[in-house]
């Protein structure tokens, strides 16, 4: 466990950096523009976990090429890599895994750079202003084999204590039907 | 010691990319002789895992196959995306070149690169260069 906790550190080290203050600007102007094209929340909320899944699989990659950390294929494996070494490489934070079984986990996090600035006016009580980082978690799983669901069950911007995504297990993709044979 | 050619293969089996030098005197420049090097890859992997006597804890298995006349060195990331080079079988192992491609190029020139889309050939110029000029620099890599 503790291993992991120090690549996500070594990596985040070496890796370029940008101004937060940008970087929640940024996010804040692209998710009110959505909102803006879209009109509809739940649309909205569909459209950041899309935009999501599609950034996640790639930033897999790098962070297996910048960490080298081994591949695992299992699932509860994955949490703490998720939380220690993905969150602090791309977002400088870290994650706590919060009742792991082999079905399902939780991520919570108190800080988020992604939310600096924010406040949720009303009418968009159903927002989920990060979902993408929901789309990051599917779509960098899915890289490996593992299909999950996942979505904010908490959220500090709702006026929760803390952020909490919950993780799902669906299923486990073979590559084909021939590794089936020899397993 | 020469290079024949060199491959990048999707989870999906679509070969990326492919680069063929002058050693290489038959030509594999085709979609038949990728997929049968897909197939191969594929197989070898299962069999791979299959006879290890216990699992490996970096979950790679295989490293390269070896005839008397090449040498077939491979790579494959936890994405299952697979780098494949063929040599020289007096080539020493290139499992770490392998590995330096796909962590300074591929993710650099090719995931990094806002159009490309995943799972398309590779045509991104800077990556095709900079990986031409990294092989060259290889020390088995010798005109014939």
């Known amino acids: ?162 952020n909490e995504i919950q993780v799902r297990f669906l299923e486990q993709v073979r590559e084909s039907a021939l590794d089936q044979s020899f397993a | 010691m020469t290079i024949f050619n060199f491959l990048i293969f999707n989870p999906s089996g679509l070969c990326l990319y492919f680069k063929e030098f002058p050693a290489a005197t038959s030509s594999k420049n085709n979609p038949d002789s990728w997929k049968l090097m897909y197939g191969l890859l594929h197989g070898l992997k299962g ?14 298995y295989l490293r390269c196959l070896s005839t008397h006349e090449y040498k077939l060195h491979c790579f494959e990331t936890a994405t299952c995306v697979r780098f494949v080079i063929s040599t020289d079988p007096r080539t020493p192992d290139l499992h770490d070149q392998l590995a330096t491609i796909y962590n300074t190029l591929y993710v650099e020139y090719v995931i990094k690169n806002p159009l490309y889309k995943l799972g398309d050939r590779i045509d991104c110029e800077l990556f095709v260069t900079r990986l031409d000029s990294y092989l060259r620099s290889l020390p088995c890599f010798a005109s014939s």
């Not at chain 2, 299959?50 to 790679?60: E, H, K, T, V």
């Open chain 1, 1 to 162: 466990m503790a291993n992991f906790a120090r690549s996500g550190e070594m990596a985040f080290l070496k890796a370029d950096k940008i101004n937060s203050e940008i970087f929640s600007l940024t996010y804040g102007a692209m998710v009110a523009q959505i909102m803006k094209d879209y009109e509809d929340i739940e649309e909205v909320n569909r459209q950041l976990d899309r935009m999501g899944q599609n950034i996640g699989s790639r930033l897999i990659d790098e962070l297996f090429a910048k960490t080298g950390i081994p591949v695992s294929s299992n699932f509860m494996e994955t949490a703490e890599v998720i939380a220690k070494v993905g969150f602090k490489m791309f977002l400088g934070i870290t994650a706590n895994v919060v009742n792991p079984t082999p079905q399902q986990y939780s991520l919570t996090f108190r800080d988020n750079p992604m939310v600096d600035f924010v406040e949720l006016p009303d009418n968009c009580a159903n927002l989920r202003y990060c979902n993408l980082l929901c789309g990051v978690i599917r779509g960098a799983l899915e890289q490996v084999q593992i299909k999950v669901e996942c979505h904010f069950v908490r959220d500090m911007l709702r006026g929760d204590e803390t």
């Open chain 2, 47 to 60: 069999f791979s895992q299959f006879m290890a006597p216990r699992p490996s804890p970096s979950g790679r």
